[in-house]
């Protein structure tokens, strides 16, 4: 009888892990299908139509593209400036991320808000902001006849602007949890600070300046908008140059050869972070984050306090603060009045039409990231997962690496025919939005579904529970917070895609960053000041879109 049961019992457990790996799967289907669709097969039709020539493909193309002098110098530009940008931003942002972990002052929760905003704002409106700072007609040239718009500085300074947030989280986060006694310890048996730190802190911490300085350089490295405000004709990146080359050019095979290069080089980036966290990875003694922050002491750290305090207030609050001003001019809210008017040029409805269609479309991407990337998030909960379910995870970052350029070009050259002929559908824009929104879905919720106790899950499938009402009666309950959370990333970040959607959006539907961008490529002051009033709409939108998320934040809800 003992062994009957036993065998029953076995059979059981068969049965729910065969159940368990079906429904994984089932919920894998739909993104995979997704991502075939909506990024593969673009993708690769672009890159396979740019390759083709008289029917047969020629990769001695790639050779000869790099073979041109000019476009080994954007190579080496896109490079070059990505790992500056990178080194600067990391030199700025550690001292920030020091005192987040380790200080408690007044007004510390408005002013990790106050850093957080320029990390959701589009790149396009990051760049009219040092536009209005640098530029042109600019505060600096006002003051003092300086500028830097025709200078690297200016990319270099609106990247570490954009950046400087996700050091601050990624490490300030780590570093508020070590516990500071380790470094104590160290200091009682004659370590200097800095040899302390040095042995014993730097090295807990690489793992996550590892995993920042690699976000920072796949952002610099595919930055788009940022150069083509502030890079003119002397500056321009890979994504620039694929813009350039696909848009004004129509050259689609050097635009192909360049998306397989920025690619390649995307992958080995992230071949190589992998490989490097994995070695130096270790067991870390953590503690709760709000046992380690204290009040200053002394004059050096009141000192780095204030230094602190004047780099977010020089570089994170000039630049909207000097774009906010430019919106307004000398005539008040005369260039905001203008934006309700329709001008015949650029625009065949009037500029502020282009904040409702920027709202439906970043509601509608919403929508699609969060199903999407719940799905996913939710088939890559187990932590014993196979090769293919851990291959699934890389895919879903991959639209990060890939040239946004390529995906709305590809939209239009792919999607072209029944049953998939959308050239002429709205939907095209969300979809494309969705596909940089899912990886920051899977991200927030991905933690948080780790957390929730299996055993839960278990016990619900043993009392009958279906695997859609495992879901509904015990994870949503508690992840219902972070997946929020995950919609309004998802919704800051298809407000302000730029890179497809310039491709995609409609004379007569256009979004906010491509009105700025059409704006700002036409003479004139008053469409310099419409350009300047538009931005300020979109960033006063996607501050309100992260005073919500903060909000809704908790420490369970993971770190972006």
């Not at 991407?365 to 990337?373: K, R």
Request: hydrophobic share 55%; proline share 5%; charged share 15%.
């Amino acid at each position: 009888m003992d062994l009957a049961r036993t065998e029953v019992s076995q059979g059981d457990e068969r049965a729910r892990t065969v159940r368990g790996s079906a429904a994984r799967l089932g919920l894998m289907a739909v993104p995979v299908a997704f991502f075939a669709v909506f990024f593969a097969y673009p993708v690769a039709a672009i890159v396979a139509r740019g390759l083709d020539v008289d029917g047969a493909w020629r990769f001695g193309r790639i050779g000869d593209v790099l073979a041109q002098s000019d476009m080994r110098h954007v190579l080496w530009f896109t490079t070059w400036q990505a790992l500056a940008s990178t080194a600067l931003t990391l030199l700025i942002a550690l001292p920030g991320a020091y005192v987040f972990a380790r200080f408690d002052f007044p007004g510390k929760q408005i002013l990790r808000a106050v850093v957080t905003v320029p990390f959701v704002l589009p790149t396009v409106v990051v760049g009219t902001a040092f536009l209005a700072l640098v530029g042109r007609g600019g505060l600096l040239d006002e003051l003092w006849g300086v500028r830097l718009d025709t200078t690297v500085w200016a990319i270099l300074l609106a990247h570490v602007f954009f950046n400087y947030a996700v050091v601050v989280r990624t490490v300030g986060g780590l570093w508020a949890q070590l516990d500071p006694r380790q470094e104590e310890a160290a200091r009682m048996l004659g370590a200097s600070r800095l040899r302390a730190w040095r042995q014993v802190t730097l090295p807990a911490l690489a793992p996550a300046v590892a995993a920042a300085a690699l976000m920072v350089f796949l952002f610099t490295f595919t930055s788009f908008g940022v150069v083509q405000i502030l890079g003119g004709p002397t500056f321009s990146t890979l994504e620039v140059e694929i813009y350039r080359q696909t848009s004004q050019v129509f050259d689609l095979s050097t635009a192909a050869v360049l998306t397989l290069v920025q690619f390649a080089a995307v992958a080995a980036v992230l071949a190589v972070h992998a490989w490097t966290v994995r070695r130096r990875e270790s067991a870390l003694r953590l503690v709760d984050a709000a046992t380690t922050a204290r009040r200053p002491r002394g004059a050096g750290q009141w000192s780095l306090l204030a230094g602190v305090l004047a780099v977010i207030a020089v570089l994170l609050v000039l630049p909207p603060a000097v774009l906010v001003q430019r919106s307004l001019g000398a005539s008040g809210f005369g260039y905001y009045r203008a934006l309700t008017r329709e001008d015949g040029g650029a625009f065949l409805v009037p500029p502020i039409e282009a904040l409702g269609n920027s709202l439906q479309y970043a509601v509608a991407a919403t929508g699609i990231a969060v199903v999407i990337g719940a799905l996913a998030a939710t088939a890559l909960t187990r932590r014993d997962a196979g090769r293919f379910v851990r291959g699934f995870d890389a895919l879903l970052m991959l639209p990060l690496g890939v040239s946004a350029v390529t995906v709305g070009f590809g939209f239009l050259i792919a999607l072209d025919e029944p049953p998939l002929d959308l050239r002429s559908s709205w939907i095209l824009v969300p979809l494309a939005q969705a596909l940089v929104g899912v990886p920051f879905v899977v991200r927030t919720m991905l933690p948080v579904l780790r957390a929730v106790d299996g055993r839960l899950r278990e016990a619900a499938a043993v009392l009958g529970a279906s695997p859609w009402r495992v879901w509904r009666e015990v994870d949503l309950p508690m992840v219902r917070r972070a997946l929020l959370v995950a919609a309004g990333f998802a919704f800051a970040v298809s407000l302000g895609e730029f890179g497809a959607t310039v491709f995609l959006a409609r004379p007569d539907n256009p979004t906010l960053p491509v009105a700025v961008a059409r704006l700002l490529g036409r003479p004139g002051d008053l469409n310099y000041g419409r350009a300047m009033a538009l931005s300020t709409i979109l960033m006063l939108v996607c501050a309100v879109a992260l005073v919500v998320l903060e909000r809704l934040r908790t420490d369970r809800s993971g770190e972006f």
